[in-house]
Structure formats: C-alpha cells, structure tokens
C-alpha cells in the first residue's frame, strides 16, 4: 500500500487536521467514529509521532471534509485565502429562540450552519421564532448572534425576565441615558407590531449578543 513520507507534509497534515477538527468541533473519539480510522492513529498524526501515514488513512480523513488529500497534505488551510469554498468559513451551532443555553454553548448541537466570515469561537445562530421584527426578520429566518460584540444600537438577542418566566427576545437596542456608569435602554420592537418593547429600567435585561447576519429560510431537519 503506498504511504506518504514527506515529513514535512505529515506536519502540516497534523496542522491542518487540527485546524478542521477545531472548525467542527471534533474530538479525536468522534473524528475517528466517523472516519472508521482508528483514534490512536489520528493521535499519532496530530502530534506528528506518524511522519508516514497510509494513503488509505488520508483519504478517508480528507473525504469527510470534502477534501483532496493534496488539499489536506500540503495546503495550510488555516489560511482562508488557501481553503476550497465550501471550507471559507466558520461552523457554529444552531439553536432554536426560546432553547438558548443557560451558561455557555452546548458541546454537541444537532445542527450547524457555517458562516462565510469571521466570527469569534463563541458565535451561534439562533432560528426566530416570532415576528416583532419584522419585515427585517422574519418567522423561520436564521440569524448569527456574535456574544463578542457589544450593542450600539444593533439590533441584538436578549434574555428578559417577566412576572411569569424568561423571554428571548429579538429587539432594536436604542440607548437612552447614562448613569452613574449604567446604560438606560430600550429595546425595541419594528414599527406597527403588536409585540412588547422592553425598558432596562422596568424590566432585567440581559443581552446575549448583537445580530451580525441574517439567512431569509428555514431549517429542514
């Protein structure tokens, strides 16, 4: 069986598959379940311990990403200007509106979306389930809430507490004073909708992110 013996490629193999693996959110127990290559042997090619893996191991590691094994060998895919288009962008979880997380994002999601941008490792999409947005979002719409960002009157997803339970909300964020080191705001609802405005002031508010896209469809499972 030919093997590939260039060390230096298996280095950059070992890069580039920790990169992807990173993008995916793989372990090695997972990438291995579904590439049927064996997790020893994906240790030992992340670490570089295997400078002469087989032409079989390499392929099916590269067909999972829908890759070349050339691709996978020797481009070094960190670089986005060297990625294929399919693999120019970010893979971040999906989740329904009122199902965000208490504390932190979910190790495994049953979906994914994957953003032709940069965005932080903290980003997800969330699929709208009301329309106080609208026209500019709608029922179904898929939106990417990047946690980073801090509102300057973006519009942003937001976590408030009612009399009877907690509500995640889509709103315009509108600053309206400050005080003593606290911002005063509203957000808001698209004009005409019969959906509640919120004021920080009346109600806890907590924002969990700003919307930095937006896809008009949605999901299939």
């Known amino acids: 069986m030919p093997q590939f013996k260039s060390e230096s490629s298996t280095t950059q193999l070992g890069e580039n598959l920790r990169w992807l693996m990173k993008q995916h959110q793989l372990n090695q127990n997972q990438l291995a379940r579904v590439t049927k290559v064996n997790q020893p042997i994906i240790h030992r090619i992340l670490t570089g311990q295997n400078v002469a893996p087989r032409e079989t191991t390499v392929s099916a590691l590269a067909r999972h990403f829908s890759l070349s094994s050339d691709d996978l060998l020797y481009k070094n895919l960190s670089d986005q200007t060297s990625l294929p288009q399919h693999l120019r962008g970010f893979r971040v979880p999906v989740y329904k509106q009122q199902e965000i997380?208490?504390?932190?994002?979910?190790?495994?999601?049953?979906?994914?979306?994957?953003?032709?941008?940069?965005?932080?490792?903290?980003?997800?999409?969330?699929?709208?389930?009301?329309?106080?947005?609208?026209?500019?979002?709608?029922?179904?719409?898929?939106?990417?809430?990047?946690?980073?960002?801090?509102?300057?009157?973006?519009?942003?997803?937001a976590k408030v507490a009612t009399l009877q339970n907690h509500l995640v909300v889509i709103r315009q964020y509108k600053a309206v004073s400050y005080k003593k080191g606290l911002t005063h705001f509203i957000l808001r609802t698209a004009e005409e909708s019969d959906f509640p405005s919120f004021d920080s002031e009346e109600n806890k508010i907590e924002i969990l992110g700003v919307v930095v896209a937006r896809w008009e469809r949605k999901l299939r499972r």
Do not use: C, F, H
């Open 101 to 157: 997380p208490e504390t932190g994002l979910a190790v495994n999601w049953p979906l994914t979306i994957t953003v032709y941008y940069q965005v932080s490792n903290r980003a997800y999409a969330v699929v709208v389930e009301d329309d106080s947005m609208k026209p500019e979002i709608n029922v179904g719409d898929i939106v990417v809430v990047e946690p980073d960002e801090g509102p300057t009157g973006e519009i942003v997803l």
